[in-house]
C-alpha cells in the first residue's frame, strides 16, 4: 500500500518548469531519476548526480527493494495533492501501486519553486511527470532486457516489472543487478513515447488518497504539532492596524500573576512585515494566552484607523467613474463607438463583502537558529515567497533559512501569504532560543489576508435587434500580488501593471462584440490591511458580477438565461481556444451549460417560491480554463427574506481526471465554499478591523446548511487543469439567479443576507 512519509530533506526530488536534460544515476542503493542543471555532464549521469548537478528538481527514487519514492514540493492541505502528482509520475513509470510513497521536501534550493495554490499542481506537473516516468520505464525495460537475454522490444512494463513472453523480472531485481544510468537532452526526453490516453492503469482510476490513513489515526503531523526541546510559547497582541502602528507602551504588571509568564517584547522588524507587534513568552501556550490577555499596550496609529468597508468601496466607485484610471486587459477597438451607438445599454453595479479564510487550524510557526542556519517549522504554500522576506527580517542571506514542511490544516490561500512566519523568526533571534506562536482564532481573524471587499460595474449594449455590440466590466478591489508579489503582475494593454488573479474571470469566453475589461486596484484597501488570496480569488468576485449580469441581461431581452448564454458561447475568434489547455475553447463550456441545464431539469415546474438559477464560469483563467457550469435550486421565503439552498447540479470539464476520488473532493468542497460565501460568510471593515473574529458571529454554511449535489465530470482526454477552486466560482452567482427566478428578488451584492432579498422584494434596489 502506498504511503505517506514525513520531511526528509535529504530525499530525492520532484518539480521543475524548465526544459531541462534528464538523469538517471545511481544514487545510494537505489537510482535517482531528475532533471538536469544545465551543463551538467549528461553523459556520465551517475557523476551528475553524485555532483548533485540536478537542479532544479529531483523528480523520484527507485531504491533497491523497489520502492518508488516521489517527491513533493507541493503542500497537503486537503486536497491528496501527492497523491495524485504520485499516480501520473507511476503511470508512465509502470509501477505497481502498493509500491509508491510520497515525501514532502523541504525547502532546499534544489527543489526549485515551491508554491501551491491557483489549482496549479496537478496542471503544471502533469506533463513533466508523465516524461519523467515515461523515461524510467523505457530505462527498466531495456535494462531488464539485457539480464532477461531478450530484446527491449520483447518485453513489456506492468506493476514493477518487465516481463517477455513467460519470463519476467521485478524493477527492484534490475535496480539491484543493472546499470539504469541514462542520460537525456531536453529534445530527447519530449520525444519519448507516452501511453495512450488507453493505456492508463493509474491515472483516472480511483485509489485511497495516501494521505489520509496518517489523517484519520492522528499520526499526521501538523504545524501546530512541531516542537523542538528548550522552547518558549508565545502569543502576540495584534496591533490596532495591520500597516500603520507602533508601540508606545507595555504594561505587563498584570500578566506577571500568570504562572509560568515570562516577559513581554515589542518586535523591531526590518522587514516591515509586522509593524506593531509585541509578543507574550510564557512557558506553555495557554500560559502565554492568558498573559497575554492580561498584557495592556499603548500604540499609535496611522488613520487606517478610521477606515471601514463602505470607504472602501466609495473609494472603488471613484476609481471606476474615471476612465482612465486602472489597466485593461482587453480593450477591443470600438468599444466607446458601439456604446454611443447603442439602441440599449445595460448597466449595473455589484459588490461583494469582505471574507476571511478561517482556516482550521490558526496559523503557527516555530522558529530556531541550529547550526548557522534559521530553521522555521510550519505548515506554509508559498514557502519561495516568505523566505527573502524572512532573511530581511532576521538580516541573514536567504541561503541561511529553511523552512521545514508540515501539513497544513487548511490553507484556502491563507498560507501563500507567510507572514505570520516573521514574528516568531523575530523572537527567537530576540530571545536566543525557539519559539513557538500560536495565533488564537480571534488573533487569527485579525490577522487574516482576507479577500478584499468588491466593487464592479458591468455595461452592455444592444443593437435594435437585440444582439450584443459591446461589453465593459470594471473592477476595483484590493489586490494580493500588488502588495506581497508586484513582480507577478503583467502590463495591461495600456501598458499598466494589473493583479491577474484579481481581474481573472471578467476576461470570460463570451462573443460579446467589442469588448473592454479595466482592472482597478484599491490602493485604499490596500493599505488598511493586507489583502490576501483565498480560494479562486478575484473570479469569486467576477463571476459574481459577469454571472450575474449576464443573467440580468438575458432577462432584459425576455430571452432564457440558457439559451442566452448558448447564444453567446458561439467559440469564435479568440474564444475559439487553442492548444495545449484550451482545445474546443467556449464550445466546451456551451457543452457543459447544456449538460447541467439538462440534468437540473431546467425549464419544468417548480413549487412557489422556488426557482432554478444557472451560471458559468471557467474557473480561473483564460490559459487553464475549467469549464464549469453550475444550476442551483433555491427556496426563497418572501417574509422572512431567508433562502434555502436545495440542491447544486454542477458539470465540469477538467480534462483528463487523474484521481477521481479527490477530483469529486475537490469540486464537493470548492462548490460548498462558494455557497458558504454565497449565503453564510462575509464581514465588514470596521474602524481599521475586520467585524467578526470569531465563528460565534461569522458563521460558515453547517453541516445542516449543506445541500444535495449532483457532481458530473466531463469523460476527456484532454490537457489536465485545475480542480480545487473552480466550483466556488459558479456557485454564487447561480444561487443568485436562482433567487430571482424564485421570486423576482435581484440581488448584487454577497453575501445575500435575508434583509436584501426582502429589500429587493420592495423594489427598493430595482
Known amino acids: 500500500m502506498a504511503s505517506l512519509r514525513g520531511p526528509d530533506p535529504s530525499a530525492a526530488a520532484p518539480a521543475s518548469p524548465a526544459r531541462r536534460g534528464f538523469l538517471i544515476g545511481a544514487a545510494g542503493a537505489g537510482f535517482v531519476l531528475a532533471f538536469a542543471r544545465p551543463g551538467a555532464l549528461l553523459a556520465d549521469p551517475a557523476a551528475a548526480v553524485a555532483a548533485r548537478a540536478y537542479e532544479p528538481s529531483l523528480w523520484c527514487r527507485i531504491d533497491a527493494d523497489g520502492i518508488v519514492t516521489v517527491n513533493i514540493i507541493r503542500a497537503e492541505m486537503g486536497q491528496h495533492v501527492g497523491t495524485a502528482l504520485a499516480r501520473i509520475l507511476a503511470d508512465e513509470l509502470e509501477a ?182 509585541v509578543m507574550v513568552f510564557a512557558d506553555s501556550f495557554a500560559a502565554a494566552s492568558r498573559a497575554a490577555d492580561r498584557v495592556r499596550v499603548e500604540w499609535h496609529s496611522d488613520d487606517t484607523a478610521q477606515v471601514s468597508e463602505q470607504d472602501i468601496l466609495d473609494h472603488g466607485a471613484q476609481q471606476i467613474a474615471d476612465p482612465a484610471a486602472g489597466a485593461t486587459v482587453f480593450d477591443d477597438e470600438g468599444v466607446d463607438a458601439a456604446f454611443a451607438a447603442a439602441d440599449s445599454v445595460l448597466e449595473r453595479t455589484y459588490t461583494t463583502a469582505s471574507v476571511l479564510h478561517f482556516q482550521l487550524e490558526p496559523v503557527n510557526a516555530l522558529a530556531f537558529e541550529k547550526d548557522g542556519r534559521w530553521e522555521i517549522h510550519t505548515g506554509n504554500q508559498w514557502q519561495s515567497l516568505i523566505l527573502p522576506t524572512l532573511a530581511k527580517a532576521l538580516g541573514v542571506g536567504e541561503d541561511r533559512v529553511i523552512m521545514r514542511t508540515y501539513l497544513l490544516g487548511g490553507g484556502f490561500g491563507r498560507r501563500l501569504n507567510g507572514d505570520y512566519a516573521v514574528p516568531a523568526a523575530l523572537a527567537a533571534k530576540a530571545l536566543g532560543r525557539p519559539v513557538k506562536m500560536v495565533l488564537t482564532r480571534a488573533d487569527d481573524a485579525r490577522f487574516d489576508s482576507f479577500r478584499s471587499p468588491s466593487i464592479q460595474r458591468v455595461r452592455m449594449a444592444f443593437d435594435p435587434d437585440g444582439a450584443v455590440t459591446a461589453m ?28 491577474p488573479f484579481a481581474i481573472a474571470g471578467a476576461d470570460s469566453w463570451y462573443t460579446v462584440g467589442a469588448q473592454r475589461v479595466r482592472a482597478l486596484s484599491n490602493d485604499l484597501a ?164 475586520v467585524q467578526d473574529t470569531n465563528l460565534d458571529t461569522y458563521t460558515p454554511l453547517r453541516i445542516g446548511d449543506v445541500p444535495e449535489m449532483d457532481i458530473e465530470f466531463v469523460a476527456s482526454t484532454e490537457a489536465a487543469v485545475g480542480l480545487g477552486e473552480p466550483a466556488t466560482t459558479v456557485v454564487g452567482p447561480a444561487i443568485g439567479n436562482a433567487v430571482f427566478a424564485a421570486v423576482g428578488a435581484r440581488v448584487r451584492h454577497l453575501p445575500i443576507r435575508p434583509d436584501a432579498v426582502r429589500e429587493a422584494l420592495a423594489g427598493n434596489r430595482a
Open 96 to 277: 505497481d501501486w502498493a509500491d509508491v510513497r510520497i515525501a514532502h521536501v523541504d525547502t532546499d534550493p534544489k527543489w526549485g519553486l515551491m508554491a501551491t495554490g491557483g489549482s496549479w499542481s496537478v496542471w503544471q506537473s502533469f506533463p513533466l511527470l508523465s516524461q519523467a516516468g515515461a523515461a524510467g520505464r523505457i530505462a527498466l525495460i531495456e535494462e531488464g532486457a539485457k539480464l532477461l537475454g531478450v530484446a527491449p522490444s520483447a518485453c513489456r512494463a506492468r506493476a514493477s516489472t518487465v516481463s517477455a513472453g513467460g519470463r519476467s523480472i521485478g524493477y527492484a531485481e534490475i535496480v539491484r543487478r543493472g546499470n539504469l544510468a541514462r542520460s537525456y537532452s531536453a529534445d530527447e526526453l519530449k520525444a519519448l513515447p507516452l501511453k495512450p490516453a488507453a493505456e492508463r492503469r493509474l491515472v483516472g482510476v480511483d485509489t485511497q488518497a495516501i494521505d489520509v490513513p496518517a489523517k484519520t489515526d492522528g499520526t499526521a503531523i501538523y504545524g501546530i504539532d512541531a516542537k523542538v526541546p528548550d522552547m518558549v510559547f508565545a502569543r502576540p497582541k495584534i496591533p490596532p492596524t495591520r500597516n500603520g502602528s507602533k508601540v508606545v507602551s507595555i504594561d505587563d504588571s498584570a500578566a506577571k500573576a500568570v504562572p509560568g509568564y515570562r516577559s513581554s517584547l515589542a518586535l523591531e522588524d526590518p522587514s516591515g512585515t509586522v509593524p506593531g507587534w
Open 472 to 499: 465593459q466590466h470594471d473592477a476595483s478591489a484590493g489586490w494580493p500580488t500588488q502588495v506581497m508579489v508586484p513582480a507577478f503582475m503583467p502590463k495591461g494593454r495600456n501598458g499598466a501593471a494589473y493583479d
Open 526 to 689: 490596500n493599505r488598511a490591511f493586507r489583502p490576501g488570496w483565498l480560494r479562486s480569488v478575484g473570479p469569486g468576485w467576477t463571476n459574481w458580477a459577469s454571472e450575474c449580469f449576464i443573467d440580468e441581461a438575458a432577462h432584459a431581452r425576455g430571452v432564457d438565461p440558457v439559451a442566452f448564454r448558448l447564444r453567446l458561447l458561439d467559440g469564435k475568434g479568440r474564444n475559439a481556444g487553442s492548444a495545449p489547455n484550451a482545445v474546443g475553447g467556449a464550445a466546451r463550456l456551451a457543452a457543459v451549460v447544456r449538460r447541467a441545464a439538462e440534468k437540473a431539469g431546467w425549464g419544468g415546474p417548480l413549487p412557489k417560491g422556488t426557482g432554478l438559477g444557472i451560471a458559468a464560469t471557467f474557473g480561473q483563467e483564460r490559459d487553464m480554463p475549467t469549464w464549469i457550469a453550475c444550476v442551483a435550486r433555491v427556496r426563497v421565503d418572501r417574509a422572512s427574506g431567508a433562502v434555502a439552498l436545495e440542491k447544486l447540479t454542477l458539470v465540469v470539464d477538467a480534462g483528463t481526471i487523474v484521481h477521481p476520488d479527490g477530483a469529486l473532493a475537490q469540486t464537493e468542497g470548492a462548490a460548498l465554499w462558494g455557497a458558504s460565501m454565497a449565503l453564510h460568510e462575509g464581514t465588514r471593515f470596521v474602524d481599521g478591523q
